[in-house]
Each structure stands twice: as C-alpha cells, then as structure tokens.
C-alpha cells in the first residue's frame, strides 16, 4: 500500500496504533504484573511450599507428635524406615495395588464407555446409574463390602456356597483379602474412567468414522486406527488419575482389614499413618516414609507421563 508523504517528506506519525514499547506503566499482552501475582504466590507457598519445607525438616530431625523437630538427626529416621520390614513390604503392595486396580479400572471402563458410546451420545439412565459407586463414600463403600463378604449372613454366602465353597471368607487370607480390596476399588472408581473415556469419545469426527466405513473398516478396525489415536492420550491420562488414586488408598484399608490378616494389606499410606499417629508416634519416621514413598510415586507417574506423551506425539 502506497503512503503520502508530509511536507517535510517524511512519514506522517501513526495514531491510534500498536502499544509503544518503553513506556512506563504500560504491559505486554498476557503479562500479569507482579503486584497482581503476588496474591496466588502467596497462597501457593502457603499451601505447597511450606509444608513441604516442613516435611523435609520433619525427615532429618528427631520429632514426636508433641515435640517436633527437637534435634538433627542426618539421614537415621531414613534408615530406621528402610529397615522396617513392615514400611518395605508397604512400599510393593502400594505399586502392585495401584498398578492392577488402574489397569483394571481403566480397561473395565474404556469397555463401559464404548457400550454407552454405541448407544447414542447421551449418557442416558443407564450411565447416571453407573455413577452411583463414586457419589458413594469410601467409607460405606468399605463396610458395605465387609458386610456382604462376611462368612456368615453375607450377601455372598449363597453364591460361595453354590459354587463349591460354602462358609468361604475373603477377607480371612492374606490373598483374599488383598484381592478384595482391589475389587472394591476397582467397583468403586471405574465410573470415573466410564465417564472422562465416554467425553474423550465425544471428541472423535464422526467424518473419520464415516470415512473409515465406506473404506470397509469393520468396527475393531475402525476403534483400532481412528477412534483409539484420538482418544490414547485422554485413555492415559485417566491411567494416570487412576494410579494416583490407587497409590493414596486409605479408607479401604483402615475400614475392612486394618492391615491384615497380619500385613498382607498394609499399603504405604496405611503404614506412614501407624508410623506417625500410633504407638510411639514417631512423626520423623513418618516423614522420611512420606518423602520416600513420594519418590515411588514420582517415578511411576513419570512412566506414565512418558507414555502419554509418546502418543500425543503419534497421533499428532
């Protein structure tokens, strides 16, 4: 486009125009002043900072429930938390509880969410009934699966019974007991997976369905290599979510077995709260298990991560 120039034979001053750079008082677009920040800042160094700080500081000194961080101690309430036998086994029975309840809660509801897809786009009553087992607390959940596995006027009874194994008592073995609880965990956070997988579903161009249908594709090879590359990284995220919430289980364990028979139940959470809040209340110890079963948990949702962003990568 062709400019005029003045008398002076210089381009006239622009008004009106783009923002002037070095010019006090005035910001970039998307720059948040820090005065504005500081606010959030605040409370994010609150709430995340200081008690982590505080954890830490917990870890390397000698602290009670009643008398925190009273002398340094270096790495001993580390050590006496490696030496634990009943903390080193917790440490397994955390990643193997969480690792099979996410893989099965997330396969279990992928299936869910495909059978409610398959019927419409609308989740319908019979997603909203599904739903029920996460409105529910996991409080009751535990007392009413205790209740209905009781050996005697349990819900199951008749059902062992029938098939061979009449008076049988899950929660009375270690295996039993470990398996049942992934099975309340699984019952109860599968709905989670049906409802984020059947949005992530809701995402897919039924352009590419159609496309895919008039190439031949059968409905496995359709899921195979147009619905399941849109929807792999949402299916891992809700992997990920699942295998945080498998980690942390606490309410499960302390309502139903209490760690037992024995310790074949006692997961990591369960044992960090004997360690600090039972006994001797050996709060140091604790936080030397809460700092290395964090460890633990970092490293597999980094696997996870990594998973995830690889087939962001492909399906892009």
Request: hydrophobic share 55%; proline share 6%.
């Amino acid at each position: 486009m062709t400019q005029v120039l003045d008398d002076r034979g210089t381009l006239p001053r622009q008004r009106g125009g783009g923002p002037r750079r070095g010019v006090p008082g005035r910001h970039r677009p998307g720059h948040v002043s820090t005065w504005l920040a500081a606010p959030s800042l605040a409370g994010l160094a609150l709430m995340l900072v200081y008690p982590t700080v505080f954890v830490v500081a917990l870890a390397f000194t000698k602290s009670s429930l009643a008398r925190p961080l009273q002398r340094f101690t270096g790495t001993d309430n580390f050590v006496e938390a490696w030496e634990s036998l009943a903390f080193a086994g917790s440490l397994l029975r955390s990643v193997v509880f969480a690792v099979v309840a996410a893989l099965a809660a997330t396969a279990l509801g992928v299936v869910l969410a495909l059978l409610l897809h398959a019927r419409g786009t609308r989740f319908g009553v019979v997603g909203t009934i599904l739903l029920l087992p996460l409105v529910t607390p996991p409080v009751m959940v535990g007392v009413a699966w205790k209740l209905m596995l009781a050996p005697v006027g349990g819900a199951f009874g008749g059902l062992f019974s029938a098939i061979g194994f009449p008076g049988a008592n899950p929660l009375g073995d270690g295996v039993g007991a470990f398996s049942a609880l992934v099975v309340m965990h699984v019952w109860q956070w599968t709905p989670l997976v049906t409802l984020l997988v059947f949005a992530a579903l809701l995402g897919v161009p039924e352009e590419l369905r159609e496309a895919a249908a008039l190439d031949g594709a059968g409905p496995w090879r359709t899921f195979t290599s147009v619905v399941w590359p849109v929807v792999a990284p949402n299916v891992l995220s809700v992997l990920l979510l699942e295998l945080v919430i498998g980690l942390k289980v606490f309410d499960l364990v302390t309502v139903v077995t209490q760690g037992g028979p024995g310790v074949s139940t006692i997961v990591s959470s369960f044992e960090i709260f004997r360690t600090g809040m039972r006994g001797s209340y050996e709060i140091g110890t604790a936080a030397a298990e809460t700092l290395v079963f964090g460890l633990v948990v970092g490293v597999l949702t980094t696997v996870v991560t990594l998973l995830r962003a690889r087939a962001v990568r492909a399906d892009r």
